[in-house]
């Protein structure tokens, strides 16, 4: 069965401070990692990682997925009170493998950000 | 707006009652998911479409839960003789088949079963 962790399931921190999130996975004919989102509503896209090693940036945010050892990491830096939010973890298999296209989410981290 | 859009937002039904959602996907997108989520956790695959076809539905979801999208652009979600275990946040989302695949959601419907 297709398995997504993510830790810390929470974390609290101060803004300007850098936070690391973590995702592991195992499933069958991996084919992309995907970061989303979350503000009491629906997940808003935020990466999509198919190649080992190549960092996706976006502002303070940045990814990278290490496809031998099976697991990305969300960088957040200088965060921001506005970063408060769940961040969740997909992942979707390739074409020859049941389920292909859908979806499986870890059960996300919940980022605090005071100010 | 060209995003995904569901209706409605929120719904409240007693237990047995039948519950209809919809979807409307980004126009240029022929594939269209459905997923539920709950207080706490990741959201959970349903079931999904390309075009009007149905090429996945999980087993974990009941016979009383059924999908549809019959011209290949809205979806509704059906359930029949809703439960309390039914109440939740059900969650669209649609991407295209080319290119990078990756899926935008929807604001969601939350069911309430009473």
């Known amino acids: 069965e297709d398995k997504v962790v993510q830790s810390p399931l929470s974390l609290v921190v101060h803004e300007g401070d850098t936070v690391t999130l973590n995702c592991s996975y195992e499933v069958t004919n991996f084919r992309s990692l995907l970061w989303y989102k979350q503000e009491k509503k629906a997940p808003t896209f935020l990466f999509m990682l198919t190649s080992s090693g190549i960092e996706k940036k976006s502002g303070r945010l940045s990814s990278i997925l290490d496809k031998k050892e099976l697991f990305s990491i969300l960088n957040i830096t200088a965060t921001q009170t506005g970063d408060s939010a769940v961040y969740l973890c997909?992942?979707?298999?390739?074409?020859?493998?049941?389920?292909?296209?859908?979806?499986?989410f870890g059960q996300g981290t919940i980022l605090t950000v005071h100010p | 707006d060209t995003g995904v859009s569901q209706d409605p937002r929120h719904k409240i039904t007693k237990r047995g009652q039948n519950v209809t959602f919809r979807c409307d996907p980004i126009s240029e997108h022929n594939r269209l998911y459905w997923y539920r989520q709950t207080l706490g956790q990741g959201p959970e695959f349903l079931t999904y479409?390309?075009?009007?076809?149905?090429?996945?539905k999980s087993r974990l979801l009941s016979d009383r839960f059924s999908a549809e999208r019959p011209k290949g652009s809205f979806s509704t979600l059906e359930i029949q003789r809703t439960e309390q275990g039914d109440s939740a946040m059900y969650l669209c989302a649609s991407s295209n088949d080319r290119g990078s695949y990756e899926q935008y959601f929807g604001p969601g419907t939350r069911l309430t079963v009473t």
């Open positions: 479409f390309q075009n009007e076809a149905q090429l996945e």
């Open positions: 997909a992942v979707t298999i390739g074409p020859g493998g049941t389920s292909y296209g859908k979806l499986t």
